[in-house]
């Protein structure tokens, strides 16, 4: 659990709290929040807690559907391909740019998590994704666009759930060596200043995502509850 002073408020905190478990799978989609049991876990007032609930909602990751009903929002195959798609526009330029932009420091950091990477597949599980994710977040900042580098950690965050749901998928079983090789050859061609081969390959990269993956398998779910 995420310690409370690192935080402004107690609604903050039940904020990122509630936040970091939903994205990690650790309350389910579509799982109810028993609240005043939640309230008393994190150490806080039901106030609070219902604040946090009300920013969540609006983010979507939460469900209100009355005062004391909340769920973790069901996924859906809309939103995934919605992210999917964004990603795809604006991963591209974060590695078109960092090929225009990056420091030796920003290479020294991507070499760094490249080191770390491991398949993103079962056997690595939790592990292997956050290797993945610090590739990622050293590459957006190697674009040295605030802006850009926000709305990537955002939509990464929106994309946990469906990622892991693309993990439990056959294919995640699979050895991802060309996932792997792929990172590799993102920093070669953003060290040599190749920004529209980054772009390219960065593109390629995301159609074959997780997140990809987990849109078929969620089209085809609700295609047999129709």
């Known amino acids: 659990m995420a310690d409370t002073n690192l935080f402004v408020s107690k609604s903050d905190y039940a904020y990122a709290e509630l936040r970091g478990r939903i994205l990690s799978g650790s309350l389910a ?20 807690l219902r604040e946090a609930i009300r920013r969540l909602s609006s983010e ?3 469900t209100v559907e009355t005062h004391r009903d909340v769920r973790v929002s069901a996924m859906n195959s809309d939103e995934a391909r919605q992210l999917f ?9 974060a590695a078109e740019l960092a090929a225009q932009r990056r420091t030796e420091d920003d290479i020294a950091t991507m070499r760094a998590a490249l080191a770390r990477l491991l398949p993103v597949t079962r056997q690595w ?20 666009n605030d802006v850009l580098i926000r709305l990537l950690d955002d939509l990464w965050d929106k994309s946990d759930r469906y990622r892991r749901l693309g ?3 056959p294919p995640g079983d699979e050895p991802r060596t060309r996932d792997l090789q792929e990172h590799h050859q993102l920093v070669d061609l953003i060290e040599n200043g190749q920004a529209a081969e ?7 990269h995301i159609t074959h995502s997780l997140t ?6 969620l089209e085809d779910r609700e295609g047999t509850t129709l």
Request: hydrophobic fraction near 45%; charged fraction near 20%; glycine fraction near 4%.
């Open 167 to 169: 993990l439990e998928l």
């Open 198 to 204: 980054a772009a390219e390959l960065m593109r390629n």
């Open 125 to 144: 599980g939790e592990e292997a994704l956050s290797a993945h994710r610090t590739f990622h977040q050293a590459l957006y900042r190697a674009s040295h």
């Open 212 to 217: 990809a993956t987990a849109i078929s398998a």
């Open 85 to 93: 798609e964004v990603r795809l526009s604006l991963d591209p330029t």
């Open 60 to 62: 979507g990751l939460l």
């Open 29 to 48: 989609a579509g799982a109810r929040l028993a609240q005043y049991d939640l309230a008393q876990s994190l150490n806080m007032s039901i106030t609070p």
